[in-house]
């Protein structure tokens, strides 16, 4: 990842367009952008909630903000996850290590954080999980895999080169970000230009090896509506996928309750198997222009290969 590489941001009033710029570091988000964590039951409504946390990092420039929360009454269990803040002003109010109270909107499609009030400097000591500067950055290859897809069948990031790659992360009991997530990219799958389908390949890897079996992660697939003629859902051994985390720099925490606490952010990998493009957060994922960035790569292997 040493090229410009084109990122999704928010932009203050909460939609997201693609833009460039250098990267010599990151995955997540800056990667930021990131939204760690799903739920180990069911999860609440669109609306506004209270909640209480402490913040773990900050990232102003894709305006995202992860907080370990206390439970959040009607929404979801404390967990550790990463916020969209589309207001400066809100942002502006939040810095590392800072016990804080916080309204929550959920819109259906994606969390964000709207109102913020500093409580005082949090203890020494950090909750463990993912941190926004640990995701593998832009333009550097991006790092190999070989696991096993919801038929049984191996696949290795080595077997797609001359594809464009959509990678994400997610796993079969999560009731909040993973369905989101999944669901934002079935619908860039459906308006896929039929004439690059071929060239086009999406990849989910499991953040749960330990309960996503291939026939849970066929189920998943089934249930969302994707399509598994370009689709892959992975898993394999818990130390293999656990490696593979690490590489991409998502994290995979497991909280008391069973909650993974993870980063949101899909990967798009061209033909050579090189990271060209990351996607942060739910807000950051407009389903017209990540197709559009999927759909410029796919041509860009059909033309070269």
Known sequence: MLVAARIARPLPDGMSTVSRFSVTILCLSALAAA???????????????????????????????????D????????????????????????????????????????????????RGPASASGHEGASLGDVAPANDPAPPFALTDQDGNPLALADLRG????LDFVYTNCPGPCPILTGLHVEVQRALDPALRDRVQFVSI????????????????????AD????????????????????????????????????????????EGRIVERFIGLEGHDPKQVRAALERVAAAAESTG
């Not at 502006?92 to 309204?103: G, I, S, T, W, Y």
Request: charged letters at 25%; glycine letters at 10%; aromatic letters at 8%.
């Open 206 to 225: 499991s953040l749960d090896p330990l309960n996503d079996t291939p026939a849970a992660l066929r189920d998943y697939a089934r249930k969302r509506g």
């Open 35 to 69: 939204a760690l964590g799903c739920g180990g039951r069911e999860q609440g409504g669109p609306g506004v909630y209270d909640a209480h946390g402490v913040v773990e990092s900050v990232d102003r420039e894709y305006r995202q903000v992860v907080i370990h929360h």
């Open 71 to 118: 439970d959040i009454p009607g929404l979801m269990p404390e967990m550790t996850m990463s916020f969209d803040v589309p207001d400066p002003e809100v942002l502006a109010k939040l810095e590392p290590r800072q016990v804080v109270d916080f309204k929550l909107e959920f819109t259906g499609k994606a969390y964000r954080v709207i109102e913020a009030t500093p």
């Open 163 to 166: 594809k464009a790659v959509l």
């Open 228 to 271: 598994t003629a370009n689709w892959s859902f992975l898993t394999g051994p818990k130390e293999q996928v656990d490696a593979v985390l690490r590489a991409y720099g998502v994290g995979s925490a497991r909280e008391a309750d069973g909650t993974i606490s993870h980063l949101v952010v899909t990967f798009l990998i061209d033909g």
